[in-house]
């Protein structure tokens, strides 16, 4: 994966923000700005914010990348303090006038017309959603969560091989249904998660499944991973180690 720790480059796409149901600011003059190897952020240029939601909190930083003003956002009776940092003339190029949000300042983000959630897609990461029908075995504690011919198997830039199994592949008498939610900025919102219990011993939220993926990863929809960092995984009979990736 390249490594954009220190670089910025223009983004091609229309990007907007929204605070309870207003429009924030649309542009399609966002820089990527990487703050840190896995993915960019979004410099907004301040002409396409709307600056009646802004409230300016007063507080002035000196940063790294440059001098900025500390705001807030208020649409009607919904505040988000701390919500963004305008950059000062004395930024890095590329950064000065622009406007940096924390994303959960906002109710939603969209990339053209797709909404996406977490954090701004990485440009040069690629997801590839691939049928097999290599033997895959999910285990835990000696007991078999998972066995198919027929996966999908997820291949993420940066990431572990993710294993996806129809239902029919999954032995959920291991499996106790989470209230978790958690959000990929590639595949969308999960819909379910499951810990498992085996002999006593209970591993949270070692499952889960997207039932309406975005439209890139529908091949997933429906189907159920576990998180090769929490069970012993093996493929056409060989074990392998569990990663020490970040998982995601």
Request: proline share 6%; hydrophobic share 35%.
């Amino acid at each position: 994966m390249s490594d954009h720790r220190e670089g910025f480059e223009p983004s091609p796409r229309r990007v907007r923000g929204y605070l309870a149901g207003r429009l924030v600011f649309d542009t399609v003059d966002a820089t990527y700005v990487w703050e840190s190897p896995r993915y960019p952020q979004y410099y907004v240029p301040v002409a396409d914010i709307d600056l009646a939601v802004l409230v300016d909190e007063g507080h002035t930083q000196r940063l790294r990348r440059g001098t900025a003003d500390r705001h807030g956002l208020r649409v009607g009776d919904v505040t988000r303090p701390g919500a963004l940092r305008i950059y000062h003339e004395d930024a890095a190029d590329g950064i000065a006038g622009r406007a940096r949000f924390e994303w959960d300042a906002l109710d939603e983000w969209f990339e053209e017309d797709e909404q996406i959630f977490v954090h701004p897609r990485n440009p040069y990461t690629r997801v590839d959603a691939v049928r097999s029908t290599r033997h895959v075995k999910i285990e835990l504690g000696g007991a078999v969560l998972a066995e198919s011919t027929s996966t999908v198997m997820i291949f993420e830039t940066g990431l572990p091989t993710r294993y996806y199994f129809d239902r029919a592949g999954i032995d959920f008498r291991h499996l106790r249904p989470t209230d978790t939610q958690s959000a990929c900025p590639y595949k969308g919102n999960t819909s379910g998660y499951w810990s498992a219990d085996i002999a006593g011993t209970t591993v949270e939220d070692v499952a889960w499944t997207y039932q309406f993926p975005t439209k890139d990863l529908l091949p997933i929809a429906g189907l159920v991973a576990s998180l090769n960092e929490r069970v012993d995984v093996s493929v056409d009979g060989r074990a392998l180690p569990r990663p020490t990736t970040p998982f995601s």
